[in-house]
């Protein structure tokens, strides 16, 4: 798949998805696999030369040993327990994990999509990290292909690498816009009242401390005649 969306010019994610969509599936049939490790432990080798030997990772080596049986999203135990994996539990992983990224919240398409300031990674920037670190290039040559300097790949990197599946592009996307501050209406601007209180106070040359604290003072019972001297 590497090989064709290099020969296409586009991102290999890209290429998974129209394969998908296509009825193609480029995964590997581990059943045969399985069964060789099942018959060579069975005659005394280790693990960890047999994992070696048929091609597969510890942690499914291990899973094998335990007859566990991996299946989409979850696990199911050889005494019939099935363990579903928890929503963003991808991300669990994280290096140096924030709590941002193990929420698995919700973003709005629109601010998904919304085209932020040009000192922001775009999702085409982070297809091409994903693509170029997946090829083996390391930082620095990664920042000059895209443009960008080391320190922000490195930072992308860090911030949304797993352990266990890698840089993913598209959630690392979704969750720089669920970070991203939301615009908020100003408080003087949405409420008439209090911007009329407010504006007068420096023409008598009332400092920002007399007018939060005379608001008070004159509106004791209305919560929405409160600003703060630094909105002043």
Same mark, same amino acid.
């Given at each position: 798949?590497?090989?064709?969306? @290099? %020969?296409?010019?586009?991102?290999?994610? #890209?290429?998974?998805?129209?394969?998908?969509?296509?009825? &193609?599936? +480029?995964g590997t049939d581990t059943r045969a696999q399985r069964a060789q490790f099942v018959r060579l432990r069975a005659d005394g080798a280790s693990r960890a030369a047999?994992?070696?030997?048929?091609?597969? *990772? !510890? =942690?499914?080596?291990? *899973?094998? *040993? @335990?007859?566990? @049986?991996? &299946?989409?999203?979850? =696990?199911?135990?050889?005494?019939?327990r099935v363990i579903r994996y928890r929503r963003a539990g991808i991300l669990a992983n994280v290096k140096?994990?924030?709590?941002?990224?193990?929420?698995?919240?919700?973003?709005?398409?629109? /601010?998904?999509?919304?085209?932020v300031d040009a000192r922001y990674l775009s999702l085409v920037e982070r297809e091409r990290i994903h693509d170029l670190r997946s090829g083996g290039e390391s930082i620095s040559p990664i920042g000059r292909t895209i443009g960008? !300097?080391? !320190? +922000?790949?490195?930072?992308?990197? #860090? /911030?949304? +690498?797993? +352990?266990?599946?890698?840089?993913?592009?598209?959630?690392?996307?979704r969750l720089a816009a669920a970070?991203?501050?939301?615009?908020?209406?100003?408080?003087? %601007? !949405?409420?008439?009242?209090?911007?009329?209180n407010v504006a007068v106070k420096p023409r008598k040359r009332w400092s920002p401390e007399q007018i939060s604290n005379r608001l008070v003072k004159d509106f004791p019972d209305d919560q929405r005649m409160r600003v703060s001297t630094e909105t002043i």
């Open positions: 798949m590497s090989k064709v969306a @290099k %020969e296409l010019g586009l991102v290999r994610i #890209t290429c998974y998805k129209w394969a998908h969509q296509a009825g &193609i599936f +480029t047999v994992a070696k030997q048929v091609g597969v *990772d !510890s =942690r499914s080596a291990a *899973d094998w *040993d @335990k007859g566990i @049986k991996q &299946i989409t999203g979850g =696990r199911v135990y050889p005494d019939g140096n994990p924030r709590t941002t990224h193990t929420r698995g919240l919700p973003v709005d398409p629109v /601010r998904l999509e919304a085209l960008r !300097s080391p !320190s +922000t790949v490195s930072r992308e990197l #860090t /911030r949304n +690498t797993t +352990t266990t599946v890698g840089y993913l592009p598209y959630a690392a996307h970070r991203r501050p939301r615009l908020r209406n100003r408080k003087l %601007e !949405s409420y008439g009242r209090l911007r009329t």
